[in-house]
Each structure stands twice: as C-alpha cells, then as structure tokens.
C-alpha cells in the first residue's frame, strides 16, 4: 500500500523529533550565557531534501540563510518545484499514457529567533521560532486511457492542471551544526494560512458523467498530497467547473543540509 503524503509527514516528523530530543539531552546547557564559536560564519547554502523525497526528484530547491545579530537570522529558498504523480495512476479505467509537461516555482522567506535562552551557541545554531511566507506553483499536462467498465474501446483524455498555493505562518525548528561548516536545518512543526488555486482543464471526447468522474478522482489525489485540501467544503463547485479558489489550512515541514561561509 503506497503512503500518503501526510503518512509520510508524519514519519519524518516522528524521526525529526526523537533526533532533537537526543541532540538537546547531549548537548546541555551548563550555563545560561551563549558561547561564540571560534569563528562565525555568517552565510549559510542549504539544499531541501524534502521535497526531492515527498514529490520526486524534480523538486530542486536551494536556501539562503543570512545571520543578522547573535539570535537573529533571515532566509529565502527559491527552485524549482514539481507535482508528485497521483494514486490513480494506473486505475481500473484511468490509465497512464504520457506526461506531456510539467513544472513549477517555490519561493519562500522566513525571519528566525534563535531562542537564547535554550540555546549554548549564538545563530544559526539551536532552536528557532519565527514568521513564514511560500508560494508554490505547480503545472502538469497529462495524456490518460479511459475505458469505462462498459465500453470496448480506449479513449485518449488529456488534462493540463495548474495548482497555486500562496501561504503564511509561523514555525519552530532546530538547526544542528557540525564541524563549524556543515549544518542540517529542521522546520519541525510550520502551522499556517493557505491559499488553494486549482484549475483542471480535460479534454477529449467525454460524457459529463465521465469527465466529472475524472474531476472526482483528480480531486481525492489532491487531499492526499497536499495538507490541508482534505476535508475542504467544494459545495461541487470543482466537480462542475475543474477549477476553485479557497482559504484553508496549511502546513510548512523542511529537511535540508547546509554550508557555512
């Protein structure tokens, strides 16, 4: 049985956790003031590694971190971003003929509060807190078989989907460092206000009955890849038209490895 997205958040936050909680038992603070390393390095190159392992190897974003007093830093990512293929791929009556395009953009800021108080080393080492914002765009094209249980023949369907996502909230993570230059950064927990722009447009010769079928599966793929789209109150308004724009609940969870310079 193939994981969800969220089973797969859930893991790696599980697996985050319990690495913070052994680093912060090893590394106890003795004294309340902050340490200053031997030399400070003020940049930092991150890498996601998230995203290449939820939504495939397109996914290809980079970090900036910049430090701006002992506990205060600002980062940006930038990349680029690609949609994850859907549960019914491969269905009973939706097979998989070819992907046609595909792409997509993520950009994202945030301004951190390393916590002094809990933290032996100035920033960006430890425990933060702090205000985010993302967008995301994601756009696929998809050639589909259709062969209702009923039908002799294969019909050639084509979806092309475009999916925004424009989020703001605040998060809390922990960032290691090791051998002053190398560093594994962890949004742990990133609750916030999502945005939901989606738009799917499928062409080919279908009954209304069969295109919003599609419109159906299409739409239960989307709640298991993106948190917060699940539960949503459509009032039907994506099965009849293929698009809608909604406000709702959004998550902000982060893997990467760094650099300092």
């Known amino acids: 049985m193939k994981k969800t997205y969220l089973q797969q958040i859930k893991r790696l936050l599980f697996f985050s956790f319990v690495f ?6 090893a590394n106890a603070q003795t004294s309340e003031s ?6 400070e390095f003020k940049n930092t190159i991150h890498f996601n ?3 290449p392992l939820i939504f495939g190897g397109k996914s290809l974003i980079f970090g900036y971190e910049r430090v701006l007093k002992n506990n205060q830093t600002f980062s940006i990512n930038i990349g680029q971003a690609g949609l994850p293929s859907f549960n019914f791929v491969n269905d009973a009556e939706f097979k998989s003929n070819t992907i046609l395009s595909e792409g997509g953009f993520h950009l994202s800021g945030d301004y951190r509060f390393y916590l002094s108080k809990l933290n032996k080393y100035n920033a960006p080492r430890g425990v933060y807190i702090g205000p985010y914002i993302s967008h995301n765009t994601f756009d696929k094209k998809h050639s589909w078989q259709y062969q209702p249980d009923d039908a ?4 050639t369907v084509e979806s092309d989907m ?8 605040f998060q809390l993570g922990y960032q290691f460092v090791f051998w002053k230059r190398f560093s594994v950064d962890m949004i742990l927990i990133g609750p916030g206000i ?11 010769n279908l009954s209304d009955e069969d295109r919003q079928k599609f419109l159906d599966k299409l739409n ?11 539960g949503l109150d459509l009032d039907g308004e994506f099965q009849k038209k293929g698009t809608v724009s909604t406000t709702s ?9 760094g650099y300092r310079f």
């Open 20 to 25: 913070v909680l052994f680093s912060l038992n």
């Open 34 to 39: 902050i340490e200053k390393p031997e030399k």
């Open 49 to 51: 590694i998230t995203n």
């Open 152 to 155: 002799a023949s294969l019909t």
């Open 162 to 169: 475009n999916i925004k996502i424009n989020q703001i909230g």
């Open 194 to 204: 999502a945005t939901y722009k989606i738009k799917a447009d499928i062409g080919g």
């Open 220 to 230: 239960e793929a989307l709640k298991d890849k993106f948190p917060g789209y699940d």
């Open 249 to 257: 609940f959004g998550y902000r969870y982060m893997i990467q490895i």
